[in-house]
């Protein structure tokens, strides 16, 4: 009778489709439509992808488990990594919540959504902003690194507007920072007119026009890293040449559409 039950078991997973070899972080194989007619997707032998997408369509993967959206609270980000840079801007969207763009001539496209409610996703969708065609090498899901402290470095409200408003953050503020540690800013999006529809950072070393090399990868063309609508919290992992800097000329955050009301160094 038990060797029935667990034949049953078994024979009950198969028929969900449970792979227990499948690694749970890559997500490459799920991504087979997209959100327009006339786009184009391809999955080679190599196990690669070539997407011919059209202005804003979407290369689309649906990730629900048993019909349900998936819970990815224990992860960091979801990456692209691509065979060549790309020729076009590009933006990730995490279930119409998160999105994350990135400029043109990058190999990695990547949304990170640590801090935020990623607790109930059912589709993920890479868009070009020009038509253009792209090979995917990979798409996988990094996991979230424990963090210990979280020390307030600045607090207050700042609304950006249309990037009328700003904050520095003095280099004192930084003298405990080490390569490796996020800052984090907890903020609002200003949704109170509908015809603002995308919501933006710029963090730059005060008094310079050099952006930080933390997020390098997920500005665009203008230096600027492009949040999702129902986002709260932006986090930007250090590089020793960040710490250099910030130590001695602090930072200056500005956007577009924004309140931000916090902003912490993790460690």
């Known amino acids: 009778m038990k060797k029935l039950f667990a034949l049953m078991a078994l024979a009950l997973l198969m028929a969900c489709g449970s792979n227990p070899n499948e690694d749970p972080t890559d997500l490459t194989s799920k991504f087979k439509g997209t959100w327009n007619i006339n786009?184009?997707?391809?999955?080679?032998?190599?196990?690669?992808?070539?997407?011919?997408?059209v202005t804003w369509g979407g290369l689309v993967?649906?990730?629900?488990?048993?019909?349900?959206?998936?819970d990815w609270t224990?992860?960091?980000?979801?990456?692209?990594?691509?065979?060549?840079?790309t020729k076009v801007m590009t933006q990730i969207v995490v279930s119409d919540k998160l999105s994350m763009m990135s400029k043109a001539g990058v190999t990695t496209v990547k949304c990170n959504f640590d801090g935020q409610d990623v607790s109930q996703v059912s589709e993920v969708a890479l868009?070009?902003?020009?038509?253009?065609?792209?090979?995917?090498?990979?798409?996988?899901?990094?996991?979230?690194?424990e963090l210990k402290y979280s020390t307030p470095i600045w607090d207050g409200e700042c609304v950006f507007g249309n990037?009328?408003?700003?904050?520095?953050?003095?280099?004192?503020?930084?003298?405990?920072?080490?390569?490796?540690?996020?800052?984090?800013?907890?903020?609002?999006t200003d949704?109170?007119?509908p015809a603002i529809t995308y919501?933006?950072?710029?963090?730059?070393?005060?008094?310079?026009?050099?952006?930080?090399?933390?997020?390098?990868?997920?500005?665009?063309?203008?230096?600027?890293?492009?949040?999702?609508?129902?986002?709260?919290?932006?986090?930007?992992?250090?590089?020793?040449?960040d710490v250099a800097n910030l130590r001695e000329k602090g930072l200056f955050v500005n956007g577009y559409f924004i309140t931000v009301t916090q902003c912490n160094l993790l460690q």
Not at 39 to 53: A, F, L, R, W
Not at 129 to 137: F, G, H, L, M, Q
Not at 203 to 222: A, R
């Open 199 to 241: 919501w933006q950072f710029r963090t730059i070393y005060n008094g310079t026009d050099t952006t930080l090399e933390g997020n390098s990868d997920e500005l665009n063309d203008w230096g600027c890293a492009t949040v999702g609508k129902a986002s709260s919290d932006y986090r930007i992992k250090l590089t020793a040449t």
């Open 39 to 53: 786009e184009k997707v391809q999955h080679n032998d190599d196990g690669s992808i070539t997407y011919t997408g």
């Open 127 to 145: 868009q070009l902003a020009e038509a253009s065609t792209i090979n995917v090498k990979r798409v996988y899901l990094t996991k979230a690194e």
């Open 163 to 188: 990037w009328m408003g700003g904050f520095v953050i003095p280099p004192s503020s930084f003298n405990d920072a080490v390569e490796g540690d996020k800052l984090e800013f907890i903020y609002t």
């Open 61 to 70: 993967a649906t990730v629900k488990e048993h019909n349900l959206p998936v």
């Open 191 to 193: 949704q109170s007119n």
């Open 74 to 85: 224990g992860y960091e980000s979801i990456v692209f990594e691509l065979a060549e840079p």
